[in-house]
């Protein structure tokens, strides 16, 4: 072989090993500026209103800083179990369907934060000139509700002891505001945001704060939730969307306005100031904010009162930090 043609291969291995270097340092950088696509399962709820704000309306799209590409599928059911069903991969769910049942078929659901109840949330609702003055009063009412409130309604009705039982009506949320005047029930039980929404629109409280009272003065919620495998399978993925909702978290604290805001405008409501500052929106806390003595205690709540076991620790709901480590 001449040197000529020993320089030419010797070129077109040296071009080929620059091509291979060029992917093995390139390709990485490139994946990493691809967009993730996310399923997240939304309804119109408190739970999915982070959601909502990260792709709508604060002075940083969290969304698009993440380089996320949100698919958002409605919730039609229990969302846990739609999780578990892998209809989506992200969601937010009771922490009682959580703390009673974790497990999928090998997989375990974790919470990515917590989003708490601290102030008087729940109320039982009347027309403002109905007859009724005293909780007593409800006596084989028909009582109004919404499907994602009804396990609260069934924790909450053992302990008001009434002398006959209570007629649940289960309602769907675009019922709510004419269920009263329609008289399709006498009364209604509701929790943020509708309790405040109903308020404004004049109607008013016959009772109110049974679960501050009755249950837990800071009641854990709903917690936001991806299944293990999940993210184990996609770290890029969940380490951009816990990233994402970190900072979302932080300016719903400081901006609890926005909250509202977006929360009246995913409704479809009026916008209007007064109602606006009457909403009590709940406490969405990070992964570092959480106190694992109050999931310790509803669980142990749940417990006396016949629900579930304290057979898993508080902290094995939760992903670690190092769960989303690159």
Not at 25 to 47: A, C, F, H, M, N
Not at 92 to 107: F, K, T
Not at 128 to 146: H, Q, S
Not at 273 to 293: A, F, G, H, M, W
Request: aromatic share 12%; with cysteine.
């Amino acid at each position: 072989m001449n040197i000529r043609a020993t320089e030419t291969i010797l070129n077109i291995l040296i071009f080929i090993a620059l091509l291979v270097l060029i992917f093995v340092v390139g390709y990485p950088q490139y994946k990493e500026s691809q967009p993730v696509t996310i399923r997240i399962g939304v309804d119109k709820s408190l739970g999915a209103l982070p959601f909502y704000v990260a792709e709508m309306d604060t002075s940083r799209r969290y969304f698009a800083l993440e380089k996320i590409k949100p698919e958002f599928i409605p919730v039609t059911s229990n969302p846990l179990e739609e999780l578990k069903n892998n209809k989506y991969d992200i969601v937010a769910v009771p922490w009682y369907y959580l703390l009673l049942s974790p497990s999928i078929n090998g997989d375990t659901a974790k919470a990515i934060c917590s989003i708490e109840l601290k102030a008087i949330s729940d109320a039982f609702i009347i027309p403002k000139n109905t007859k009724m003055k005293f909780l007593k009063d409800l006596n084989n009412k028909r009582v109004g509700y919404l499907a994602q409130d009804e396990y609260i309604l069934d924790l909450i009705l053992p302990t008001l002891e009434f002398e006959k039982l209570v007629n649940k009506v289960l309602l769907q949320p675009e019922e709510i505001t004419t269920a009263l005047i329609d008289k399709k029930v006498d009364a209604l039980y509701l929790l943020e945001p509708y309790r405040s929404y109903m308020l404004h629109h004049g109607d008013t409280i016959l009772a109110e704060g049974f679960i501050y009272r009755n249950i837990m003065t800071t009641l854990p919620y709903l917690a936001i939730v991806m299944r293990k495998n999940f993210v184990k399978e996609n770290n890029r993925a969940a380490f951009r969307m816990k990233n994402a909702l970190d900072g979302v978290l932080g300016f719903l604290k400081v901006h609890p306005e926005v909250g509202k805001a977006v929360l009246v405008k995913i409704k479809e409501w009026t916008p209007d100031e007064v109602l606006l500052s009457n909403i009590r929106l709940p406490e969405y806390l990070r992964l570092t904010e959480v106190d694992l003595k109050n999931i310790e205690n509803y669980q142990s709540w749940l417990v006396r009162k016949g629900y579930g076991t304290c057979g898993i620790k508080p902290q094995e709901f939760f992903f670690e930090k190092k769960d989303f480590k690159r």
